[in-house]
């Protein structure tokens, strides 16, 4: 240890408060990981000047400014800053401690503004909250509305969690999950002339010595970034290439810092809501945790860039699947250059291409068996596979006469951002779980859903054991069979629900995406079953032979 770290270790504590502002200074300055933001930073001056100063209070004030450094050290850690050091160079000037107490004060009270602004944003739907079981089916879905509603308008952070708790059908009603799977993410763009600082800055050249061409207005705009089409520029004398027309993906200014504010309020609200009863089984505060890490997986678009690559390695062998490729090195935290994928979203053939069966049940095969594959096989499941994110192409054939009927659907998978991977423990109480649902034992689905979280609250198991067998007798018999799986699944998930019983944020978000999954191939095939096809799978004898149906069902329609 330095003999500067030793001598701040050493100063004189006369009193508790004392001794609890030193703990923040050594948790902060002997802190391994990256470095801390700048609001970090300075509260590392501002603690060691209250150490140093005589005030009553000063222990209190360095404790909750340290809190709050360190859950920004977090997400510090969660963006990978650069580690580095040299605050404590210039503590000992009197000058930075007081600019740096300035600045932190400015900081508290940019977030203090912004509780206050959210407090009063969110004032309508938390009136309206008491009421809604009193005024009937329609003040109810005005009441979703309006939740949907504010949280677009409370910003990023908050849109990215509506988005978020509609794959959580365990902890929030059917109707509120359904309201918010339909959030509208597209946002005002911003100017042409920041896209250009942005991208300039990130790969140290001018925006036209990357690119041929450019087009100023986004094709897209979301809540954390909006994306333009481009031609990237290539320099071979003498020789003439084909244009490659990418996608340029520039993060929006200011969302980093503004989710990083909002977080540390959210994060608060989440540690309180621990002491109310009611809501302690939520456990919200590990939720919280869940959802940082999607969250800043969605701010950092270098992180999506890895994902595709790992994806694109995974399905390398697929000739009808694929993915964006990012184009290293134009990959940045704040920027992402991709290829351009040219294709019909899945909704077009869900929704018409009338007498084309053949085309439809493809999709439907080939869909599944993805998502069997980064189930069973890779452990890294594509967690937002909504209609919206697949694309479609025909590659059609050569030969007129029976062009049509030999056509083959090519299915782009594109924003995989948001990514499950799970423990070898959770795959096998998933597969369990799914197991249990496709041989219709309700009992034993009941039981393996109580195994599903690694800290189980559920108040009366016995209860929810008794819900679900009731449930499944009833879709056994032949009133019970026009139910399809979908609509078991989400009615098993109202029974979590109702009886307070935890799954684990990984399971979930696998179980959702199945469900969504199962949703648009249903449509597209009527007569294919995904849980179906996972219990063919999940019962062969030889788990090789298993394997090998998985990846040749993908070539079978």
């Given amino acids: 240890m330095s003999g500067r770290g030793r001598n701040l270790y050493n100063l ?8 609890h502002a030193q703990v923040v200074w050594n948790r902060m300055y002997f802190h391994k990981g990256p470095a801390l933001p700048p609001t970090g930073q300075i509260a590392r001056a501002v603690s060691l000047a209250m150490i140093k100063s005589n005030f009553v209070v000063h222990g209190m004030i360095a404790l909750i400014i340290g809190e709050l450094a360190w859950t920004q050290g977090k997400l510090a850690e969660a963006e990978s800053f650069p580690t580095r050091d040299s605050l404590y160079l210039h503590a000992q000037d009197k000058r930075v401690y007081l600019t740096s107490a300035l600045l932190e004060a400015i900081e508290i009270i940019i977030l203090f503004l912004r509780a206050i602004y959210l407090v009063i944003l969110f004032a309508p739907c938390i009136a309206m909250a008491p009421l809604v079981g009193y005024f009937g089916i329609q003040f109810r879905k005005t009441w979703i509305h309006v939740v949907r509603l504010t949280l677009e308008k409370a910003g990023p952070a908050f849109i990215k969690w509506g988005q978020w708790a509609a794959t959580r059908p365990d902890l929030f009603p059917r109707d509120l999950c359904g309201e918010l799977a339909e959030f509208q993410t597209k946002a005002p763009s911003h100017k042409f002339s920041y896209s250009r600082k942005c991208i300039e800055n990130a790969f140290g050249r001018k925006l036209n010595e990357i690119f041929e061409k450019f087009e100023e207005e986004p094709v897209a705009s979301g809540s954390i970034a909006q994306v333009h089409r481009a031609i990237l520029k290539y320099k071979y004398p003498g020789q003439q290439i084909k244009p490659v027309v990418v996608a340029v993906k520039v993060r929006h200014p200011g969302v980093s810092e503004a989710i990083r504010r909002d ?5 608060l609200v989440a540690k309180i809501s621990c002491f109310i009863p009611n809501l302690k089984w939520l456990r919200l505060d590990e939720s919280i945790q869940q959802f940082a890490v999607y969250m800043m997986s969605q701010v950092d678009l270098s992180r999506e860039a890895a994902h595709l690559s790992r994806f694109i390695y995974n399905f390398r062998r697929w000739k009808d699947v694929s993915f964006p490729i990012p184009l290293y090195p134009l990959v940045h935290p704040s920027v992402l250059v991709e290829t351009y994928e040219q294709g019909e979203s899945v909704l077009h053939f869900v929704e018409g291409l ?46 007129p006469p029976i062009q049509l009927f030999k056509s083959r659907p090519h299915v782009i998978f594109l924003d995989v951002g948001m990514t499950t991977e799970l423990s070898k423990r959770e795959r096998e109480y998933l597969l369990e779980f799914f ?11 009941a039981e393996c859903t109580l195994r599903l979280s690694k800290q189980q609250n559920c108040p009366d198991p016995k209860s929810f054991v008794e819900e679900v067998d009731k449930s499944f007798k009833f879709w056994r018999s032949s009133e019970g069979e026009a139910v399809h799986t979908a609509g078991r699944m989400q009615q098993l998930l109202e029974h979590v629900r109702r009886c307070k019983v935890n799954i684990d944020g990984n399971i979930c978000s696998v179980i959702v995406t199945t469900l969504v999954l199962e949703g648009w191939q249903r449509r597209l095939d009527p007569e294919y079953d995904v849980l179906h096809a996972l219990k063919t799978l999940l019962f062969k004898a030889d788990w090789a032979e298993s394997l090998s149906y998985t990846i040749e069902g993908l070539v079978a329609p």
Wanted: net charge positive; proline share 3%; with cysteine.
């Fill in 263 to 267: 977080f540390v309020i959210i994060n």
């Fill in 435 to 445: 197991k249990a649902v496709a041989l219709q034992d309700g009992r034993l689905a």
């Fill in 354 to 399: 009338e007498g084309h069966e053949h085309i439809r049940s493809a999709l439907a095969h080939i869909g599944t068996h993805a998502l069997l594959k980064m189930l069973l096989v890779d452990n890294f499941i594509h967690a937002d596979m909504h209609p919206g994110n697949i694309l479609v192409r025909i590659a059609k054939r050569k030969s």
């Fill in 12 to 19: 004189p504590a006369n009193n508790a408060k004392c001794h």
